[in-house]
Nanobody, 126 residues
Framework: QVQLVESGGGLVQAGGSLRLSCAAS????????MGWFRQAPGKEREFVAG????????RYADSVKGRFTISRDNAKNTVYLQMNSLKPEDTAVYYC???????????????????WGQGTQVTVSS
């Protein structure tokens, strides 16, 4: 089992940047594929970005491609989401998630992930 704790959220103006971190503890971090999801009020949780165990396989949602970058440091048991050129529509609670069933793949469905963090709020003002 793994425990996930997100940090780095906050309030930023449109066009600004934030870097989210997700620290993992428990089982070997490199055993997991990782994902970032977000959920805005009244909306379903949606996939943002995912990275496989080695970091060689990465996928992004079309809405963030070219603006967000996911990365991981297995030595630090941490996955990151660098968010640039933020827009008001990026406002949401951001969650990191871990999957240990298919760590070589990048999974885009929330139901595919086994473990979740508590979330961190990102608010982008216009």
């Amino acid at each position: 089992q793994v425990q996930l704790v997100e940090s780095g959220g906050g309030l930023v103006q449109a066009g600004g940047s934030l870097r989210l971190s997700c620290a993992a503890s428990g089982r070997t971090f490199s055993s997991y594929g990782m994902g970032w999801f977000r959920q805005a009020p009244g909306k379903e949780r949606e996939f943002v970005a995912g990275i496989n165990w080695s970091g060689r396989n990465i996928r992004y949602a079309d809405s963030v491609k070219g603006r967000f970058t996911i990365s991981r440091d297995n030595a630090k048991n941490t996955v990151y989401l660098q968010m640039n050129s933020l827009k008001p529509e990026d406002t949401a609670v951001y969650y990191c998630a871990a999957d240990d069933d298919m760590p070589t793949a990048v999974l885009i469905l929330a139901t595919s992930y086994d473990y979740w963090g508590q979330g961190t709020q990102v608010t982008v003002s216009s």
